[in-house]
Nanobody
Framework: QVQLVESGGGSVQAGGSLRLSCATSGYTFELYRIAWFRQAPGKEREGVATMIFSVSGSADYVDSVKGRFTISRDNAKNTVSLQMNNLKPEDTAMYYC??????????????????WGQGTQVTVSS
């Protein structure tokens, strides 16, 4: 089993920054991919950033956050972070850390992820 615990959410004004962290523990050696998803009220959950767990330089982003969000992994701290800059009101959502063992299939398909954190709220005001 793998445990994921998010932290770092909060409220900011448009143009501000937040850094989310996902603490990982358990059988992380079995993981292939880790990602950040978000879900706004009344909307489907969408992936925003992802990376292959053990490969630096493998980050990928959905178009709406490219150039603003950065996903990274700190091996020493067993954390995966999401640095969010130039935040917009449309970034308001519950943000989830997710991880999976499967190596095939869409990197953005939430159903393919085995493990999920409890979520952390991000609110951006205009």
């Amino acid at each position: 089993q793998v445990q994921l615990v998010e932290s770092g959410g909060g409220s900011v004004q448009a143009g501000g920054s937040l850094r989310l962290s996902c603490a990982t523990s358990g059988y992380t050696f079995e993981l292939y991919r880790i990602a950040w998803f978000r879900q706004a009220p009344g909307k489907e959950r969408e992936g925003v950033a992802t990376m292959i767990f053990s490969v630096s330089g493998s980050a990928d982003y959905v178009d709406s956050v490219k150039g603003r969000f950065t996903i990274s992994r700190d091996n020493a701290k067993n954390t995966v972070s999401l640095q969010m800059n130039n935040l917009k009101p449309e970034d308001t959502a519950m943000y989830y850390c997710a991880a999976r063992r499967r190596t095939t299939g869409s990197r953005w398909d939430a159903i393919l992820y085995n493990y999920w954190g409890q979520g952390t709220q991000v609110t951006v005001s205009s």
